[in-house]
């Protein structure tokens, strides 16, 4: 069975079950709501003010900045545990249902299961953010001016890279695990430490949360200083899931 023809049943089961539909339709919500929450929130803010005495909020007219800081805090904190559920019942799903071995039972290698596996859940993920992106820009030209459109393609392919190794940890976490539940629990874990890491002092500044502080800056049309000691260790982290998944999986007795 070629490669083409997995990616394609996987997509097609992506498809069939909803789950690429579900992803598409949350990640398009959380871009929406970027712009409208730019937007309300000073208003808001103005309503408590005048109804609570003794409150007094002097905020500047909000603006397309403020659509971007939103956007990231949404790429940042939401999105990455959508991507998480979707991603855990990749490869443990299948153990669970035990179509598993029916599917190895063909002509075809363990490397190339997972291979296509991860792929068309990058390839949904990829369709997803896009979506994301054009209705937050959209939002936002209507809503304000809009960010620089370079800057603001340039801001989500830095997010896609964080979100793809997201990804990449969810589906070591997938391939590692006996159930779905078991996934789930190492996979918010492994995302957990990564935080963690993020929010130390001198480690952070390679770890890839970093890389939404230099998406956000890009994003306003300031670029500044590139986290490219980020971007590295980024692409090794996405890299070593992706070696560790299969070396454990081509061992794996099913």
Known sequence: MRTKTLIRKELVEQWRTRRLWV??????????????????????????AETTPGVVFQLPPPSAADVVSQYIKNLA????????????????????RGTLPMVLAKPISRGAFLGAKFLGLALALALALGLCMVSAYYYSLLLFNGPE??????????????????????????????????????????????????????????SPTALLSWA?????????????????VSVAILGAALVGAWLHFRRQEL
Do not use: H
């Open 216 to 232: 956000g800056r890009l994003g306003v049309g300031l670029p500044g200083e590139g986290e490219w000691l980020a971007l590295g």
């Open 77 to 96: 904190q939401s999105l990455p545990l959508v991507v998480l559920l979707v991603a855990m019942g990749a490869v443990s799903g299948e153990k669970e």
């Open 149 to 206: 459109p370079g800057g603001f393609v340039l801001m989500n392919l830095l997010a896609g890279l964080y979100l793809l190794v997201v990804l990449a940890l969810a589906f070591l976490a997938s391939t590692l695990a006996a159930s779905t539940v078991m996934a789930g629990v190492l996979a918010f874990g492994l995302w957990a430490l990564l935080l963690i890491l993020g929010a130390l002092p001198r480690i952070g500044r390679a």
């Open 23 to 48: 992803l598409c339709a949350v990640f398009v919500f959380f871009g929406l709501l970027a712009p409208i929450t730019a937007k309300l929130t000073p208003d808001l803010l103005r309503w408590l």
